[in-house]
């Protein structure tokens, strides 16, 4: 970690709660960009466009441009270009995304591809059996990502990863997956920033979705205890973190421990 050029931040539950920042949040960016490190963004959040994501950021003391955030919507969006090109899709999200899924024509008919967002109210029964219809009748379903849970002022809420496996053995498939833990986001991520893998820090509140996937391509992983966050999830884990900190206020003083070592 000595080598570090770079530091990647996921946002709910690292920098943020609810659109409220977390103690430290300000100062541990910050210190990143006084260190002269590139300084990433990675989420799973598909309630917002990245556009509003970073105007959620900038509101809360952390100055964020859009184009450093890459949200699983935009990854989506470049799979679905790419894997289906000009396919309508129906798009089950909780949450106003459409910007972030540019060239992407959206129907409520005749879908020839589903794309499964985020978690909500949106995930009615009949929402979830029409998925599970088109599925079996041979429309593609794409997840944004396999989250299971996220955590909120009033607890943790079950996210879209907790649906999947249940379409999966219905059908018979692998639902393709685009966002955390999908390894293409680090990688896009990194990319991005200009930085090597291998040189990045990856700072997250879920040990499977962020720590866990940025280490198996080489990123450093630096596990918070704050957001969703559970400690039995990480003793019972048989692969461990290369670093937990209580909370990204600590970062500074691992950065400044790591570095001069």
């Known amino acids: ?3 570090i050029e770079g530091v990647l931040f996921d946002i709910d539950g690292v920098l943020l709660t609810s659109w409220q920042p977390i103690e430290g949040a300000h100062a541990a960016v910050e210190e990143v960009r006084r260190l002269g490190l590139a300084c990433g963004f990675l989420t799973n959040t598909t309630s917002r466009s990245s556009a509003l994501i970073a105007r959620g950021l900038c509101e809360a003391g952390i100055d964020v441009d859009p184009s450093q955030i890459v949200t699983a919507a935009r990854l989506t969006a470049e799979y679905v270009r790419s894997t289906y090109p000009g ?3 129906w798009l089950l999200n909780s949450g106003d995304v459409a910007e972030d899924l540019d060239g992407i024509e959206l129907v409520e008919s005749d ?3 589903v794309v499964l967002g985020g978690a909500g109210p949106e995930f009615t029964h009949e929402a979830y059996s029409r998925v599970l219809e088109l599925l079996l009748a ?3 379903v794409v ?4 989250a299971m849970m996220w955590e909120t002022e009033a607890g943790l809420r ?3 990863g907790t649906y999947l496996p249940g379409l999966e053995e219905v059908a018979g498939v692998n639902i393709a997956s685009v966002g955390k833990p999908s390894l293409s986001g680090f990688l896009a991520a990194t990319e991005l920033m200009g930085v090597d ?3 990045t820090v990856m700072v997250g509140d879920d040990l499977t979705g962020d720590i866990l996937s940025s280490q198996r391509v080489g990123l450093t992983g630096v596990l918070v205890r704050t957001g969703k966050f559970r400690q039995p999830i990480l003793d019972l884990a048989p692969q461990k973190p290369d670093y937990v900190i209580d909370s990204v206020g600590d970062l500074p003083k691992l950065l400044a421990t790591v570095l001069e070592s």
């Not at 997840?143 to 396999?146: C, N, T, Y």
């Open 197 to 199: 893998p291998e040189a």
């Open 1 to 3: 970690m000595a080598d």
């Open 111 to 113: 879908p020839e591809v």
């Open 87 to 89: 396919a309508r899709a």
């Open 138 to 140: 041979g429309v593609p």
């Open 158 to 160: 079950a996210d879209t």
């Open 143 to 146: 997840a944004m990502h396999r």
